[in-house]
């Protein structure tokens, strides 16, 4: 395994868990055009999914009737959207997103070439990775959350009433549309899968590269995530926060508490855990690199492991 580390990264003190997306008081998430709080800025609940606490409820993708591909939404407004991802678009112009990877998205996905990839993208948000990968040659193909497999939320006591999910849906509706209003000002031809990695259908067929871009730590399983994404791509590109302390071994650290009340974030991962869990499932040639990247006018660390199976291997039959 190879580890890199970009120019101009630092490790950061145990202070950097005070920054804008954990802080347990009132707190912020990465996904809106502005600081907003939680429950004030994305969406992603679904009542069906869902029992009394909030709590995700597991459903196969032969219970779920809707098409493959999703039909393109018809969004003509920068008023009815939600950015995740600061972007410069070609008719509405710059829009500011929570996250910026303008100036470092080539380290956020690991250098990797997608040239002429078929490329299964995990997450979207408002689709900044999946237009920049689409016109750096890539076909991509995204799986987005649907209104059947909501938000993996914590099941916090008390802390998902009814308005806090009520203003979630809100959100998720408003990043949908940001999603394709992009979608249609960049003319795009990627295609959008509403379902969960959870439950990948094997109708999607086969990737070159997965991309898992900050995630995992939102997933109540994420190794499931890594292995449902092993089994049909042969690259895998994974990002996730940096946590310097977790560093140096295949550790994870629980984030909710009762006291923090955080219930969109489960894990806090490290790079170890994630290549040493890839070379169980046959990805056993790995690169770990180090960076940072704005978010809220700070800088905040993320690595990324990219890993491949050996030319010569076959599939996993995991």
């Not at 209003?181 to 003319?187: I, R, S, T, W, Y």
Request: with cysteine; charged share 20%.
């Amino acid at each position: 395994m190879t580890v890199l580390e970009a120019s101009g990264a630092t490790d950061t003190s145990p202070g950097m868990r005070s920054s804008p997306d954990r802080n347990p008081a009132g707190r912020r998430v990465a996904l809106g055009n502005e600081d907003m709080s939680v429950g004030e800025s994305i969406d992603a609940v679904d009542g069906p999914a869902r029992d009394g606490t909030g709590a995700l409820e597991a459903r196969s993708m032969s219970q779920v009737s809707a098409p493959l591909y999703a039909t393109p939404h018809v969004v003509t407004r920068l008023d009815q959207c939600v950015f995740y991802h600061s972007v410069d678009l070609p008719r509405s112009g710059a829009v500011k997103g929570t996250w910026d990877l303008r100036a470092g998205v080539d380290r956020y996905l690991g250098g990797v070439s997608f040239v002429g990839k078929r490329v299964l993208e995990i997450g979207p948000a408002t689709g900044y990775l999946t237009f920049h990968m689409e016109r750096a040659g890539a076909e991509v193909v995204a799986i987005e959350l649907s209104e059947a497999f909501g938000w993996d939320y914590v099941p916090q006591v008390d802390a998902l009433t009814p308005e806090v999910l009520r203003k979630r849906q809100l959100g998720m509706d408003r990043l949908r549309n940001g999603f394709w209003l992009a979608h249609a000002e960049f003319g795009s031809s990627a295609q959008v899968h509403y379902g969960s990695a959870y439950s990948i259908p094997a109708e999607l067929g086969s990737f070159d590269i997965a991309v898992i871009g900050c995630v995992l730590l939102h997933c109540r399983d994420p190794l499931k995530v890594v292995e449902n994404c092993a089994r049909v791509a042969r690259t895998l590109v994974i990002v996730d926060r940096r946590w310097p302390d977790l560093e140096g071994g295949p550790t994870c650290r629980l984030v909710p508490t009762r006291e923090n009340g955080i219930w969109d974030t489960w894990w806090d991962l490290s790079s170890s855990l994630l290549t040493q869990f890839l070379a169980v499932l046959g990805f056993s040639d790995a690169t770990v690199s180090f960076h940072e990247q704005e978010k809220l006018h700070a800088m905040v660390p993320l690595f990324t492991v990219v890993a491949s199976r050996p030319s010569s291997a076959s599939k996993t039959s995991c």
